[in-house]
C-alpha cells in the first residue's frame, strides 16, 4: 500500500495536521509519495473545492475513476484548531471513521468514551429548555463544498426551508452564513419580505485566531439549529440545543426530521451518538502516533485489494 500525500493543496492550517499524519505512516514503515498515479491511497485536505484547495478535486476525481479510497483531512467540530477529523471519503455521515459500537453497555466503550471526553475537555451537555429562546438558526453552507453536491443554490434551498418551517411556527429565524461563502442581503430582504421576522446573523471571527468563529454565543438564543451536513449540527446537539440536519450530516441519528415537530422538539439520547463521534476527530499527537492510520487500516487494506481483483 502506497499513500500519496498532497499537502500542497491544503488549507493554511493543515501543515501540523499533514506533518503528523506523514509521521504516522513513516512510523508504521508504510512508503508515501508525491506522485498520484504511484499511490493507491491518497490523503487530501477537506473537500471544498475552493481557493488553494481547488486542485484537490482533481486528485478526488482521479481516485474515483481509479476505485482509490481518499483519506480525507479536515477541521473539526469539537475543538476546533485543535482536533482534526481523519476518515475515508468524506467528513461527514457517508465517511467512514473506523468502527463504532452500537451499545452504550460496551465496558470497553464506556471506559474509551471517559478516556476521550478528558482529552477533549468536553462533557455532552444535557438537552437545553429553548422553548422560550426567541430564534431558529439556520446555518448554511460553502456552495463549492462536495457537501452541497446535487444540492440546489443556496438562496433556493433557504426559501424552501423557511417555507416549510412557516407552515408550523412564527418564531424569528436568524440565517447564518459560511463565514466565507456570504449571502447576498438582498436575499434576506426578500425573505423577510415573504416570510416575516428574517434576519442575517453574521458569524464574528475572534480575534487573533485563524477561523474561530462565534458560535457558542449564536446557540445561547436559538431555539434550534438548522444545517444540512456541516459542524454546527453536530456542535449544537453536543451543546444541548435540538437540531434539524440532512441524511448527510453526522448528527443526523439524534436530529429532528420533521418540521411539523418544531415547536415540539424531539431529544433523543445521545450517549452512544456522542461516544462514536469522539472517534471522528482526533489531536496532533494522536494523528502522529497513529490512532487514526490503525482505526482506518482495515478497511483501507479491504478497498486496496478491490482494487487489483
Not at 16 to 22: E, L, R
Not at 122 to 139: F, G, M, S, V
Not at 145 to 162: A, F, G, K, N, T
Not at 224 to 248: D, M, R, T, Y
Request: glycine content about 6%; proline content about 5%.
Amino acid at each position: 500500500m502506497i499513500f500519496g500525500m498532497f499537502n500542497e493543496f491544503g488549507a493554511m492550517n493543515s501543515g501540523p495536521v499533514f506533518g503528523a499524519f506523514q509521521s504516522s505512516l513513516d512510523k508504521a514503515g508504510v512508503p508515501w509519495t508525491k506522485n498520484i498515479n504511484m499511490c493507491n491511497v491518497a490523503v487530501i485536505w477537506s473537500v471544498l473545492w475552493n481557493g488553494r484547495m481547488a486542485r484537490n478535486k482533481e486528485v478526488w476525481d482521479h481516485c474515483k475513476a481509479n476505485n482509490k479510497p481518499i483519506i480525507v483531512l479536515e477541521v473539526g467540530g469539537l475543538q476546533r484548531n485543535q482536533s482534526w477529523k481523519v476518515a475515508i471519503d468524506g467528513i461527514n455521515r457517508e465517511a467512514y471513521f473506523g468502527e463504532g459500537s452500537k451499545s452504550s453497555v460496551n465496558n470497553w466503550l464506556r471506559n474509551a468514551s471517559k478516556f476521550r471526553q478528558k482529552k477533549f475537555d468536553l462533557d455532552l451537555q444535557p438537552w437545553r429548555e429553548t422553548a422560550n429562546n426567541k430564534y431558529i438558526l439556520i446555518c448554511t453552507q460553502h456552495n463549492k463544498s462536495h457537501q452541497w453536491r446535487s444540492m440546489p443554490p443556496v438562496d433556493q434551498w433557504l426559501e424552501e426551508q423557511i417555507k416549510q418551517i412557516r407552515k408550523h411556527t412564527n418564531r424569528d429565524i436568524k440565517i447564518r452564513p459560511h463565514p466565507r461563502s456570504p449571502i447576498d442581503p438582498s436575499t434576506i430582504r426578500q425573505l423577510n419580505f415573504n416570510y416575516k421576522n428574517v434576519d442575517l446573523q453574521y458569524p464574528k471571527r475572534y480575534q487573533q485566531t485563524y477561523d474561530e468563529f462565534d458560535f457558542d454565543a449564536a446557540l445561547d438564543g436559538a431555539h434550534c439549529v438548522i444545517s444540512h451536513s456541516s459542524n454546527p449540527g453536530l456542535q449544537a446537539v453536543v451543546a444541548g440545543v435540538p437540531v434539524f440536519v440532512g441524511k448527510e450530516s453526522l448528527a443526523y441519528d439524534v436530529s429532528n426530521k420533521d418540521y411539523s415537530r418544531i415547536e415540539n422538539l424531539h431529544k433523543p439520547d445521545r450517549l452512544i451518538w456522542f461516544n462514536n463521534l469522539l472517534y471522528t476527530e482526533y489531536f496532533i499527537d494522536e494523528i502522529a502516533d497513529g490512532l487514526p492510520l490503525v482505526r482506518l487500516l482495515p478497511r483501507l487494506e479491504k478497498l486496496v485489494l478491490a482494487q487489483n481483483t
